[in-house]
């Protein structure tokens, strides 16, 4: 069992940046992939970044790549996102995901655990 907790979330501006931490419980936090997803009003909910257990593998979503990295720090149990050049359309509530060694990481059904979200909204 996981539990993830999400913080970090706010309203910035665009070109602003937010880094956004999820802490995980447990101590097996090592063992898995972990995922940031974000879901705006009326979408569905999307993958943004992902990281394999080790940190060796990463993947990122198209509106996301060079702006947005994804890291872990498995002794803090906590994985980030570091959001940099925010835009009006990244505005939505993030969410972070942990799912069994070897995930597909881009697919939210493949996850095991989510945290509650943090809001993150920029304003033109």
């Known amino acids: 069992q996981v539990q993830l907790v999400e913080s970090g979330g706010g309203l910035v501006q665009a070109g602003d940046s937010l880094r956004l931490s999820c802490a995980a419980s447990?101590?097996?936090?090592?063992?898995?992939?972990m995922g940031w997803f974000r879901q705006a009003p009326g979408t569905e909910r999307e993958f943004v970044a992902g990281?394999?257990?080790?940190?060796?593998?990463?993947y990122y979503a198209d509106s996301a790549k060079g702006r947005f990295t994804i890291s872990r720090d498995n002794a803090k149990t906590t994985v980030y996102l570091q959001m940099n050049s925010l835009q009006p359309e990244d505005t939505a509530v993030y969410y972070c995901?942990?799912?069994?060694?070897?995930?597909?990481?881009?697919?939210?059904?493949?996850?095991?655990?989510w945290g509650q979200g943090t809001q993150v909204t920029v304003s033109s």
């Open positions: 995901a942990a799912g069994r060694i070897g995930v597909r990481v881009t697919m939210s059904s493949a996850y095991d655990y």
């Open positions: 447990g101590r097996t936090f090592s063992t898995y992939d």
């Open positions: 990281i394999r257990w080790r940190g060796d593998s990463i």
